[in-house]
């Protein structure tokens, strides 16, 4: 018994004794380390927020960026433009035939860029400028004196592919006759379809409204080599004929000579040596297609 006396207490009082206090300190250790652990997160996350916000700030710089670079671009390009509006006429001459259409590249190159110019034609030399090109088409109707006022331009086609494409309402002995006649010395009035452009716009006014137009495939090497080099038809209009009753394709008019008043207003004369100045038969076929062909004037063309 005296032996026993002694693990009594023992038993009750020491198998815990030391867990509590052990865990206590525990306890106080993984809070410890916790609010550590969200002062660093709070640390990072006003890091992260501060990246993020200049993250996203990132696509407007470039933004910002890119729009200045575009209007840098678009400066030095109406720079560009404001010098070659500047240069002086290009005279090109090349070999009736067209052998020779490497001559004619400034001419091409001109057009590409919506310019106007002179080209040679079977029936006449013309003033042209590309479909697409506003600024030519006005500069045309400017030479020939046509500020606000009508005056039809007529469109040189490199096919009958091109006639069909701004053409409508050709019926099939319409068609029969257009591809018996072109490419010739013909002038064939007909509706416009929806791909031609549909006016000309100055100052919001229309100038020129085009539902109906005047197609053109000319029987001439040069004249056809220019078309097949561009992706689309050419409007023209017929140059003015001298007092001698010829017609002029420029070649380094003298200062002060009547030829410069429209020579110099040009990118490009195209010399490609006489041609006639007659100019083309013109058939009207926008009418009632039961009035058949009306002649509107008789040119160089025969049916």
């Known amino acids: 018994d005296a032996a026993k006396a002694p693990e009594a207490p023992s038993r009750h009082t020491t198998p815990h004794k030391g867990t509590p206090r052990t865990q206590d300190h525990s306890h106080k250790s993984t809070l410890l380390t916790r609010s550590q652990a969200a002062a660093i997160a709070m640390s990072l996350l006003t890091i992260v927020l501060a990246s993020a916000s200049y993250v996203r700030l990132l696509p407007v710089r470039s933004r910002v960026a890119v729009g200045c670079s575009r209007r840098a671009e678009t400066a030095t390009m109406n720079m560009r433009s404001r010098r070659a509006s500047r240069q002086p006429t290009q005279f090109l001459e090349v070999q009736a035939d067209g052998s020779d259409m490497w001559r004619a590249s400034g001419a091409i190159e001109a057009l590409e860029r919506g310019g106007c110019g002179v080209l040679p034609t079977d029936v006449s030399y013309s003033f042209v400028a590309p479909l697409s090109s506003k600024d030519g088409t006005k500069r045309i109707l400017a030479l020939k004196g046509a500020r606000g006022e009508k005056k039809p331009l007529s469109l040189l086609c490199r096919s009958l592919a091109d006639v069909e494409e ?69 409007l023209c209009s017929t140059v003015p004929t001298g007092e001698a009753g010829d017609q002029l394709a420029c070649s380094y008019p003298l200062e002060g000579s009547e030829s410069a008043s429209w020579c110099t207003e040009v990118d490009f004369v195209l010399d490609g040596g006489p041609r006639p100045s007659d100019g083309s038969t013109v058939y009207d076929l926008s009418g009632d297609p039961a009035d058949g062909l009306v002649l509107v004037r008789e040119g160089l063309g025969r049916l």
């Open 166 to 234: 701004y053409t409508k309402g050709v019926t099939r002995e319409g068609f029969k006759l257009l591809k018996s006649a072109l490419p010739g010395p013909f002038t064939f009035i007909m509706p416009a379809s929806a791909s031609l452009p549909r006016g000309i716009y100055k100052d919001g006014a229309r100038q020129w409204k085009r539902d109906t137009v005047g197609v053109r495939m000319p029987d001439d090497p040069v004249c056809l080599a220019v078309l097949e080099a561009l992706d689309e038809p050419l």
